[in-house]
């Protein structure tokens, strides 16, 4: 059975840089063909799809963040990471990690999530 | 403002079924089957109920189930259970350039 589990700071400053890591356990982050996403649901709101890896590194990103957004994977930790630059109040949000295995447009794995709080 | 539009609430007594539309355009819902339905209770991260429009992962109930007319998906819900309250989002592949699109959530109460 496949787990992520995302971590890192709950608390970021205003125009710093959110990072976050997310780990895969159960089975190897580069066995199958899958993407690895992020996603984010501000308070009482929808979701939102941040960006994605392949474990071969090729990227995709939402077009309303992609100026700010970087994921990368790295295949000898069974993790991969969010960084979100320049961070303001309105990224204040749950952001949780999910496996798209390719070729069906859904999610079947998500992290428990993890709130992300940006202020000074 | 989410890309696939759905009704905020719906809301059926035990045993009654409840359908939740999600619409989108062309270029979303209508343009690909890849049209998938999750399940979130409060506090905890969304679970996968549907997929490809009518296909369920293993251990989803038969209790629901989906599917597609045009730019319009739709999630049903036969013989509510009391487990059933939660909100539920629709998304949709949207192509090489957006990728994947959300609905704003339904929250289904079961009275």
């Known amino acids: 059975q496949v787990q992520l589990q995302e971590s890192g700071p709950g608390l970021v400053k205003p125009s710093q840089t959110l990072s976050l890591t997310c780990t895969v356990s159960g089975g190897s982050i580069s066995s199958g063909s899958y993407y690895w996403s992020w996603i984010r649901q501000p308070a009482g709101k929808g979701l939102e799809w941040i960006g994605r890896i392949s474990t071969s590194g090729s990227t995709n990103y939402n077009s309303s963040l992609k100026s700010r957004v970087t994921i990368s994977v790295d295949t000898s930790t069974n993790q991969f990471s969010l960084n979100l630059s320049s961070v303001t109040a309105t990224d204040t949000a749950v952001y949780y990690c999910a496996r798209w295995p390719t070729g069906t447009g859904s999610f079947d794995y998500w992290g428990q999530g993890t709130l992300v709080t940006v202020s000074s | 403002q989410s890309a696939l539009t759905q009704p905020p609430s719906a809301s059926g007594s035990p045993g009654q079924s409840v359908t939740i539309s999600c619409t989108g355009t062309g270029s979303d819902v209508g343009g690909y089957s890849y049209v998938s339905w999750y399940q979130q209770h409060p506090g905890k991260a969304p679970k996968l109920i549907i997929y490809e429009v009518r296909k369920r992962p293993s251990g989803v109930p038969d209790r629901f189930s989906g599917s597609k007319s045009g730019n319009t998906a739709s999630l049903t819900v036969s013989g509510l259970q009391a487990e059933d309250e939660a909100d539920y989002y629709c998304?949709?592949?949207?192509?090489?350039?957006?990728?994947?699109?959300f609905g704003g959530g339904t929250k289904l109460t079961v009275l």
């Open positions: 998304s949709s592949y949207a192509g090489s350039n957006t990728f994947v699109v």
